[in-house]
């Protein structure tokens, strides 16, 4: 666990980059630090392994004050990984990951043969290892970057903005492999980004600042979507968070519809017997394909002839996917499917209104709406 | 002083010297630089001969190139062109480099954007290339012109008349207060040229200056 | 003319005993490995001081303004001040052992000095982050990076050092550019070209090995020399130093006698 205690830090302009900072950020958790650009973000991350020495206050790790331990051994300890990735040129991606074990003390094999299950851990396999940084995509860099942090194991991971240098495709696929890698690991990680969206996909907890390092808000996403507690944190979040607090609730028992299908290569006559309506979905194995319209068609179904425009979602997901699934589907039936990805049956947009309407929301802290103290 | 005011008349004349012969092959080197550089940028095929090839031209030593050139262009020993070629071929040396990476630093976009405006290549070269790759010219001018005055004393060993004179006569006489003339002269005279150098390029690139202020 | 030069360069005796070619030459190396290896011991650990802790910088500039000074003028003159005051063989090799050190020293400094400075920032932020020292951080990440600015700066000092010491002749130094001072006074046209061939020779040869050692030390992730993946060259590749600027007088100081 990392504990901040009123922590200050001003630099010599005199600036005051954090301010009065105190949070906590639970062991096995992300807890995200999202800002404006300027909060006092990346000075509060590396506070916590010493890069930089608060002006007051004091940063605990297990109740261990850090500034009573030495830097370069509390480095150690902590994974860091910054935003350009920060990779050594002049070592292959092996040597780059293999450097915090060796300077942990390993044998050289030991730390190569570490290094080569991290980088299988990020997803780059060993044709990778022998290569130069200058050799990878920037999406790869990212990876190496975060293999690094991980090669000697720690449980406390600092992280700095380490996909905003991608292009939003591989930003969205590496935090989808970071969470799975998050599940497995377990560790103690404080994420820093000034995308919100990330924040709120990312984060067990969100703490978000305002520019001069104070702590607006700290709350778990749904929570922050649904209770953001003054104007300048709901002004941060953005539009649409009534749409995005979606994400974060699981859909009931829809009654789900039967839907009739085709596979590919149904004839026109067959698929328009098979339909009661203008549109008809076509299936292999069970899994849906897309949607046709067998009025329009004159040779048998191809799959170029699929619309594909609708999204699926996975039964008893969340929320925001079965209303997505109603709306972006031609036939305005959503499509839903169990963990698979075989069909289950279709349900109406009014239908996961209705479950929307019934869910509940999360409740609202009472220190949340408490009339502010008096000084 | 007295050295000097006893013999100001004749500092002025091997100052002057000094300064065609370190100064025409800044010219010149620099009108022969544009071509090949602009070659060595646009050619990959091209680019490591010339750049290595310049270079290696820079590693002869200069007394050796004053002494090699009468063997390579029929000249005499004490022919002032000796100099004016050697130190033209340094002054080429350096500069092929220094063309070819000022121009390989402007900015694509806007070098499209000034072909998609319909300038005819040669054209975009004198209107856009060039006047955008002035200030990392003039960093190459000012290496090779401070360079240049410096080895063109060096002549002074074969015979050639110019400010290392009083460094070779001085020593020749163990008179010291001549060599510091000498090291003064030339040092004063390389800080004209760079000075020369700063300011043209400054008068080239207004859009500089209004970016610094 | 080219005739008799050729006679000069082949004929035994022009290469035999202590004023021969060969003699010479060995001289000639002798004295330049010994000052750039002084040179280097100097201003490469302090180049690299100054790079590491951004102090210090002026010291860059001012070994730069050396330029301006004509070498054969510092010649001349550290000869005069000093060779009275030395004896024997001293009394000329030292001086100018000396004034080719000092020359040597810009573009040494000032190589070591930009190859760290020039150091990829985020590099050096993460090597301090995962718990290096900050010796570790100068010898694991920093010099590997600067090396080829630094080995570019010893090329230039290389050079700069056997193009002044053949001048060294003109104050009693032995070496190659005996042939060229003392043709000259002989009016003996063919050992001055002869001997010019020989140092522009050496000059090619030295400054050919130690672009091979260079090509050889540094990285193959420094240096760009990774073609076999060039197409996948990121916009990372932040002013990285690559092989291309190891060509003499790119690292600002050009040094030539
Ligand atoms: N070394 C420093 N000296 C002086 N001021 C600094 C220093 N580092 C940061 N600051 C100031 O402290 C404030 C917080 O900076 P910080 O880097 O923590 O912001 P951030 O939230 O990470 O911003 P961004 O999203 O842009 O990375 C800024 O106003 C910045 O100008
Ligand atoms: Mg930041």
């Known amino acids: ?375 | 002083m007295s050295f000097v005011s006893a013999n100001w008349g004749d500092i002025v004349h091997r100052a002057l010297l000094h300064a065609w012969l370190a100064g025409l092959p800044l010219f010149l080197g620099l009108l022969i630089s544009l071509p090949v550089g602009w070659l060595a940028q646009r050619s990959r095929v091209l680019r490591p001969f010339l750049v290595v090839g310049s270079g290696l031209l820079y590693t002869i030593p200069s007394l050796a190139l004053f002494i090699l050139m009468p063997l390579i262009i029929g000249t005499k020993i004490l022919d002032p062109l000796n100099v004016i070629i050697a130190m033209t071929i340094y002054t080429i040396a350096l500069l092929v480099r220094s063309v070819s990476d000022a121009l390989a630093a402007v900015p694509a976009d806007v070098r499209q954007a000034a072909t998609a405006m319909g300038y005819t290549p040669a054209r975009r070269f004198l209107a856009v290339d060039l006047p955008l790759a002035v200030p990392v010219l003039a960093a190459g001018l000012r290496v090779a012109a401070v360079s240049n005055v410096s080895i063109v004393s060096v002549a002074s060993l074969v015979g050639i008349s110019q400010l290392g004179f009083y460094l070779t006569d001085g020593y020749e006489r163990t008179y010291g207060t001549e060599i510091g003339v000498g090291i003064v002269a030339c040092v004063v005279l390389a800080l004209i040229f760079d000075l020369t150098i700063v300011l043209l390029a400054r008068v080239l690139t207004p859009w500089q200056r209004v970016n610094a202020a | 003319m080219i005739t008799q030069v050729w006679q000069w360069l082949t004929s035994a005796s022009s290469w035999e005993g202590s004023a021969g070619i060969g003699h010479r030459l060995l001289q000639h190396l002798e004295y330049s490995a010994i000052t750039v290896l002084i040179a280097s011991a100097l201003a490469i650990p302090l180049g690299l001081w100054i790079g590491h802790t951004g102090r210090g910088r002026w010291m860059v500039t001012a070994a730069n303004s050396l330029r301006a000074v004509p070498s054969l003028g510092l010649l001349f003159a550290v000869a005069l001040w000093l060779g009275p005051k030395l004896h024997g063989n001293s009394a000329y090799v030292v001086p100018s052992i000396v004034v080719l050190v000092v020359l040597a020293i810009p573009p040494l400094l000032a190589g070591a000095y930009a190859g760290v400075a020039g150091v990829d920032p985020a590099a050096r932020d993460a090597a301090h982050g995962m718990g290096m020292t900050e010796g570790q951080v100068l010898l694991q990440v920093e010099v590997p990076c600067a090396l080829p600015l630094m080995l570019s700066g010893v090329r230039s000092a290389t050079l700069q050092v056997i193009a002044t010491a053949t001048i060294a002749s003109a104050v009693s130094l032995g070496g190659l550019g005996r042939f060229l001072i003392d043709g000259l006074a002989l009016g003996e046209y063919n050992v001055m070209a002869g001997g010019a061939i020989v140092v522009a020779l050496l000059a090619l040869g030295v400054d050919t090995v130690l672009a091979a050692l260079q090509a050889a030390v540094v990285s193959p992730g420094l240096s760009g020399g990774t073609s076999r993946f060039r197409g996948r060259r990121t916009r990372t590749d932040r002013g990285q130093p690559t092989a291309s600027e190891n060509e003499p007088g790119v690292v600002g100081v050009v040094a030539k006698g």
């Open chain 1, 1 to 375: 666990m990392i504990r901040f205690d009123r922590v200050v830090k001003k630099f010599d302009g005199g600036s005051v980059a954090v301010d009065n900072l105190s949070f906590e950020a639970q062991r096995g958790e992300i807890t995200v630090l999202v800002g404006p650009s300027g909060c006092g973000k990346t000075t509060s991350l590396r506070m916590i392994n010493r890069m930089i020495d608060p002006t007051s206050g004091q940063i605990l790790l297990d109740e261990q004050p850090v500034g009573q331990i030495a830097p370069a051994q509390l480095r150690r300890g902590i994974g860091y990984v910054i935003q350009h990735a920060g990779l050594f040129p002049h070592r292959t991606v092996l040597d780059n990951v293999a450097t915090v074990p060796r300077l942990a003390g390993w044998s050289k094999a030991k730390a190569r043969t570490r290094a080569h299950e991290v980088l299988e851990l990020v997803g780059l396999p060993g044709d990778y290892a022998v290569r130069y940084p200058s050799q990878l995509s920037g999406g790869q860099q990212q990876r190496v970057g975060v293999a690094r942090a991980l090669a000697a194991d720690p449980s406390v991971m600092l992280m700095d903005e380490p996909f905003s240098a991608v292009d939003p495709i591989v930003r969205e696929q590496l935090q989808d492999e970071f969470l799975r890698l998050q599940r497995e690991l377990g560790k103690t990680i404080v994420f820093v980004t000034h995308d919100i969206d990330e924040a709120i996909k990312l984060g067990d907890k969100v703490a978000v600042l305002e520019v001069g390092g104070r702590l607006a808000q700290l709350a778990e996403p749904a929570y922050l979507l649904a209770h953001p507690i003054n104007d300048f944190v709901s002004d941060f979040i953005g539009r649409d968070r009534g749409y995005r607090a979606l994400a974060f609730q699981d859909a009931p028992d829809f009654p789900l519809r039967p839907e009739p299908t085709v596979e590919l290569g149904t004839t026109p006559a067959q698929a328009r017997l098979a339909t009661s309506d203008g549109w008809l979905l076509v299936v292999t194995d069970g899994r849906p394909q897309g949607w046709i319209e067998p009025q329009r068609i004159t040779v048998p179904i191809e799959s170029a002839m699929l619309h594909r425009g609708g999204t699926v979602a996975r039964n008893h997901g969340p929320l925001r996917a079965a209303l997505d699934a109603a709306l972006s589907a031609p036939s305005r039936r959503g499509v839903v499917v169990d963990d698979d990805g075989r069909l289950l049956g279709t349900v109406r947009a009014d239908e996961v209104l209705r479950a929307i309407d019934a869910a509940e929301r999360p409740a609202i802290d009472p220190a949340d709406i408490a009339p502010a103290e008096s000084p």
